[in-house]
């Protein structure tokens, strides 16, 4: 069965920094490119980064800075390194993973709620 | 990166038909024939309903059903159900990276 389970979430004061991690089974992270999107309580949809299977990342500008898409690929797990939190990155946070060649979103993650309070 | 715009709220009745609408510009939507449609239920994970503007991925009724025209997608479900109340998502490749569209609630009266 192929699927992926986020961890890492919780509560972190403004400016703290936070890792979350993406491990997958059935699913080859390092030959496909895998994502983060986010949702804010209450609202739509916000894909954040992208690492593809030749290693490049991308960002959207509110993050790109702040955190960091990388990937263990012995450990077939995508990570978000998020540092210098905000208030208005409090969302559920999933990873989405899409084959390569493709451009969809076919696997998703349950999520992982980040919060940012103090 | 600016989001995609679609309508807040759609409603229908049982059999009939709705169709939902996602605004992009010609360097997302227009661009490339990469837009996808995910929908969500409350409290859950995505799910991906039309991949490549009009292409419905295994397991996905036929009642759905996708298009494009210029700048704009759209998402048509006939025949709705119970079950399709849910929010809708357009996605569209912009180069490299991705945009979502602010989401679509979707009311079966």
């Known amino acids: 069965e192929v699927h992926v389970v986020e961890s890492g979430g919780g509560l972190v004061q403004p400016g703290g920094s936070l890792r979350l991690s993406c491990a997958a089974s059935?699913?080859?992270?390092?030959?496909?490119?895998m994502n983060w999107v986010r949702q804010a309580p209450g609202k739509g949809l916000e894909w954040v980064s992208v690492i593809y299977s030749g290693a490049s990342t991308y960002y959207t500008s509110s993050v790109r800075g702040r955190f960091t898409i990388s990937r263990d690929n012995s450990r077939n797990t995508l990570y978000l390194q998020m540092n210098s939190l905000r208030a208005d990155d409090t969302a559920v946070y999933y990873c989405a993973g899409g084959y390569s060649g493709t451009y969809r979103f076919d696997l998703w993650g349950q999520g992982t709620l980040v919060t940012v309070s103090s | 990166q600016s989001a995609l715009t679609q309508p807040r709220s759609v409603s229908g009745s049982p059999g009939q038909s709705v169709t939902i609408s996602c605004t992009g510009t010609s360097s997302d939507v227009g661009g490339y024939d990469y837009v996808s449609w995910y929908q969500q239920h409350p409290g859950k994970a995505p799910k991906l309903m039309i991949y490549?503007?009009?292409k419905r991925p295994s397991g996905v009724p036929d009642r759905f059903s996708g298009s494009k025209s210029v700048n704009m997608a759209s998402l048509t479900i006939s025949g709705l159900q119970a079950e399709d109340e849910a929010d809708y998502y357009c996605?569209?490749?912009?180069?490299?990276?991705?945009?979502f569209g602010g989401g679509t609630e979707l009311t079966v009266l």
């Open positions: 996605c569209s490749y912009a180069g490299y990276y991705w945009v």
């Open positions: 490549d503007v009009s």
């Open positions: 059935g699913f080859i992270v390092s030959g496909n490119y």
